[in-house]
């Protein structure tokens, strides 16, 4: 069956509770949620709704205590650790609030390191991950290291790094929250972008402006769904873009 006829996230009544008896946290209560390809999401929720916990669990870094999960059409509680860590490599790109960039390392080194194990040809690795700075805006800067690089240079390096694997999904936690204005533009423009190539990005944020962006608003409060919201449509091209 072709890729393309399943959405890239579907989970149903996803459950995740910590600790057990009178601690017992119920960090999400049956959250159920559809992502088709070429969508831009948002999920927005107060600290403590279980934002990260359902990020954790939709990036393969979590599993739920109950629910099931597809991500491309396969069910991740079925998968060993290996296959679990390849899914998270090839499938998944992440962005995190902080970078995360390796230090004394140049961006390029940086970027090639998901293909690293995915037993390419160093040339092969190198040309992909120019290719990858080259859409965020940073093929000039290829050979500077994490510190030489501004804030939101950094981050435009992170979202190369996530998406030069050709990842299913794109999963984003707070990715501008230590970003100024200027920055979190920049960021925004480049996600933006990629969404506009059929890029499938969720991502975190408390704000109201970098939500605006997107295409679909999800409230979470008490870790349940409580508002899904279509901003804009997904465009058939944008669906049908072959990666
Ligand atoms: P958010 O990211 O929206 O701030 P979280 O997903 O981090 O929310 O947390 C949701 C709830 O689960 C909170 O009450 C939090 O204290 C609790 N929680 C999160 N992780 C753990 C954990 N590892 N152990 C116990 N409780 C946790
Ligand atoms: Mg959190």
Redesign the pocket.
């Known amino acids: 069956m072709s890729e393309h006829l399943h959405p890239v996230l579907d989970v149903r009544k996803l459950v ?1 509770t ?2 057990q008896g009178e601690a017992t ?4 209560r049956g959250a159920s949620l559809t992502v088709e390809r070429g969508d831009y999401v948002a999920i927005m ?12 669990i939709l990036g393969c870094l979590d599993i739920p205590t109950s629910g099931r999960y597809l991500l491309d059409g396969v069910d991740v509680s079925r998968l060993s650790d290996n296959q679990l860590a390849l899914v998270r490599n090839r499938r998944i790109g992440f962005v995190f609030q902080s970078f995360n960039l390796i230090p004394r390392t140049s961006a390029l080194a940086n970027v090639e390191l998901p293909l690293a194990y995915a037993g390419l040809k160093a040339r092969e690795r190198r040309r992909r991950a120019r290719a990858a700075l080259d859409l965020v805006g940073l093929a000039q800067r290829a050979g500077h290291e994490p510190n030489q690089l501004s804030g939101g240079q950094q981050q435009r390096v992170a979202v190369a790094r996530a998406l030069v694997t050709a990842p299913a999904l794109v999963l984003a ?1 707070e990715p501008t929250g230590n970003l100024d204005t200027q920055s979190t533009a920049d960021v925004l423009s480049v996600l933006d972008r990629l969404n506009r190539s059929g890029r499938t990005i969720v991502l ?1 944020t408390h704000e109201p402006d970098v939500a605006a962006h997107t295409k679909r608003l999800i409230r ?1 409060v008490d ?1 349940a769904i409580v508002e899904d919201v279509r901003q804009r449509p997904i465009n058939d091209h944008e669906r049908a873009v072959l990666r």
Not at 25 to 28: C, E, N, S
Not at 45 to 56: A, I, P
Request: glycine content about 22%; hydrophobic content about 30%.
């Open positions: 995740k910590y600790g946290v119920h960090a999400l929720g107060s600290s403590g709704s279980g934002k990260s916990t359902l990020m954790n936690d975190i979470l870790g």
